[in-house]
């Protein structure tokens, strides 16, 4: 078994199961609801069986949820181990003009490159070479450059819940506007999560100050945002995190509500009523359906297009490790977002959104985020 890195979360269980399951590629739900796995040894299909009966059972179905309890075996490959040690050697492309991500795709038993310009695909292959990376192991994807969703200030009514407008100065005479993440209880630092981005300097708990989109009423102020790092799995020259999430204090009068703004219906920003956080996921699984409420584009939502991507954010010199993207809308001043699976009345945490391309987004998944702010209590005791 090839030796990968840096894994985690769920890639860390792929890892775990090969031991298990010589040639285990990695899970994901297929897009007409079975749930399937790659296997590069044909005699460990048996096994891979057992193993997607066991997600089935692990995995508490959403209201949007598609599967069917298919389960199926695909002829694979690769083992996971060596897409992700081969992802591993890839992160030195990050520094290259025009790439957008590296990717170990369980889904498509290959290693997934996002690039967004010409010299970048032209660049890529000669460069994965060099570091020892089989072509045929590669797929190159046309991606647009990723962007933090933050917009400027505009009029809008007070923030009531997770997934509401925030407003805050990025600098003299500039108001930045995001959205809240999701409510921290806590009896002495209640308060709530959002993008680290979505303050003056991000990597930094730097004070800064959050306020109603009207900017007449004090919202809160930040206490945790664990700095930015160099070296290790960081691509050389660039500055890394696993999550984009901060946490802030609410101000006084402000009381820690375990809910998230109910859009009144999906592309909506009308708030019709809250949704109940009822628990947290730590990583998702590529193909299932996540929601998002957004400040600026409201309740959307998609299927899991790919998981642990390491990604840059454009116009920085940050990348941003093993973070998650669904294939639905989000724009500016979403930032921050709630990303959630959707249960009814319930909503179970999955993460905190911080970039995406319009037509999808990405997010830092809870098991990053409590990574790196500590373990958070985000809903209401039964």
């Known amino acids: 078994m090839a030796e990968a890195g840096d894994v985690r979360g769920l890639e860390a269980r792929f890892v775990e199961i090969e031991r298990e399951v010589p040639g285990f590629g990695g899970y994901f739900f297929a897009a007409d609801g ?54 591993d050697r890839l992160v030195a492309l990050l520094p290259i003009p025009g790439v957008v991500y590296v990717d170990a795709d369980e889904a498509f038993n290959r290693v997934r490159i996002g690039v967004w310009t010409n010299e970048a695909r032209l660049a890529v292959p000669a460069a994965a070479v060099r570091l020892g990376v089989p072509l045929v192991a590669l797929v190159l994807s046309d991606e647009r450059s990723l962007r933090p969703l933050v917009r400027l200030a505009d009029a809008a009514g007070p923030l009531v819940s997770g997934g509401q407008r925030l407003s805050f100065a990025s600098g003299p005479s500039v108001s ?98 809250t949704l109940r956080v009822g628990g947290e996921s730590p990583y998702p699984v590529a193909g299932e359906v996540l929601d998002k409420v957004g400040a600026e584009t409201g309740w959307t939502f998609g ?14 010199d940050v990348t941003l490790l093993c973070q998650d993207v669904v294939d639905a809308a989000a724009e500016g001043g979403d930032s921050g977002a709630p990303v959630f699976a959707w249960r009814g009345g319930e909503a179970t945490l999955a993460g905190v959104l911080w970039g995406g391309t319009g037509k999808r987004f990405y997010f830092s998944a809870m098991g990053n985020v409590e990574a790196e702010l500590g373990p958070l209590t985000t809903g209401a005791p039964r």
């Open 34 to 87: 079975a749930v399937a796995a790659y296997v590069a040894e044909p005699g460990s299909a048996p096994a891979a069986r057992v193993v997607l009966a066991r997600v089935l059972a692990e995995r508490i179905p959403s209201a949007r949820d598609r599967r069917t309890g298919e389960m199926r075996v695909l002829e694979g490959r690769y083992s996971f181990s060596q897409l992700a040690a081969w992802r």
């Open 176 to 273: 930045v506007q995001c959205s809240v993440g999701f409510n921290v209880l806590a009896l002495d630092n209640a308060g709530y999560v959002t993008a680290a981005h979505c303050s003056r300097v991000q990597g930094r708990a730097d004070g800064t100050v959050h306020q109603h989109p009207d900017e007449t009423q004090l919202l809160g102020m930040e206490t945790a945002d664990p700095p930015l790092f160099r070296g290790g799995a960081c691509p050389s020259g660039r500055r890394c995190r696993y999550s984009d999430a901060a946490r802030f204090r609410f101000a006084p009068g402000h009381v820690a509500d375990p809910a998230i703004a109910r859009a009144a219906e999906p592309g909506s920003r009308e708030v019709a009523g």
């Open 303 to 316: 299927a899991v297009a790919a998981t642990c991507v390491h990604v840059n954010v454009d116009g920085t």
